[in-house]
């Protein structure tokens, strides 16, 4: 298999766990248990914060050298530059979360009917962006071997699981209905963007400074259950041994 087919097939595997994927359908979620759907989602969050402070965050800062190089020590905050970069992506993806967490606290139904479209298409949007950018870093992984492309892919698709499901919970039958599939098409997008446009190593650095920022906040926002149905056992395990598997390869 070539890199170019190997990174296609990821691509489609992240895809289709939008599309196809866990809280795709009322009937599905209502077939599973809730002990059995939290003992999933503990582990996906285990594996997702694993890769996010065992790979994404030390490549942060190797990526950080390479845009320092790019642009000139001499340059005003050329140390910090890339981490502001992640703090950008952190705030507008929490600002997305915010805007729903505020639509469900209105009271006042004709208020919340207004705005319940502006609000989900916002959110709808920032997160085909988020997946566009992690389909279109596949190639960058694609070049680096089959196996950065697969632990890449693998860690992605786990945390795609758990978002497909929170965005589910939070629109319900708006977002099953297409939203899922906008989300499927743009990771797609992202990877023949990615593939037709090679990138220089600046904004490949600065793309990445926008994924971590991302990861870091879904994880904790989407992943980490805020009303204790989380299981700890599953997700410290499934970090460890996530943990694990990144350090030695």
């Known amino acids: 298999m070539d890199v170019t087919t190997a990174s296609l097939l990821a691509a489609a595997v992240l895809a289709g766990v939008f599309a196809l994927g866990v809280g795709s359908s009322k009937e599905s979620a209502e077939a599973s248990s809730q002990r059995q ?28 050298r390479v845009l320092r190089a790019a642009g000139g020590e001499s340059r005003l905050f050329a140390e910090q530059r890339i981490y502001v970069l992640a703090l950008l992506s952190f705030v507008v993806m929490y600002g997305l979360e915010h805007l729903v967490l505020a639509r469900r606290e209105q009271r006042r139904h004709a208020i919340e009917h207004r705005q319940r479209d502006v609000v989900y298409w916002l959110h709808l949007i ?6 566009a950018l992690i389909g279109s870093l596949l190639v960058d992984r694609e070049e680096r071997g089959p196996l950065s492309l ?73 992943e980490l259950p805020d009303d204790r149905r989380g299981r700890f056992w599953p997700f410290c395990i499934s970090a460890i041994g996530f943990s694990a598997l990144l350090m030695l390869a």
């Open 150 to 222: 697969a632990l890449y892919a693998f860690a992605m698709a786990v945390h795609f699981v758990v978002v497909n499901h929170s965005l589910s919970e939070q629109h319900g039958e708006l977002y099953r209905r297409h939203g899922r599939w906008l989300l499927a098409a743009s990771v797609l997008v992202g990877w023949f963007l990615g593939r037709i446009e090679p990138l220089s190593d600046a904004v490949f650095a600065r793309l990445f400074a926008l994924l971590a920022g991302g990861v870091v906040i879904t994880s904790l926002r989407a």
């Open 126 to 131: 920032g997160f085909a962006a988020y997946g």
């Open 37 to 64: 759907h939290w003992l999933v989602v503990s582990a996906a969050a285990g594996i997702s914060v694993a890769y996010v402070f065992v790979d994404l965050l030390p490549e942060l800062a190797a990526q950080n």
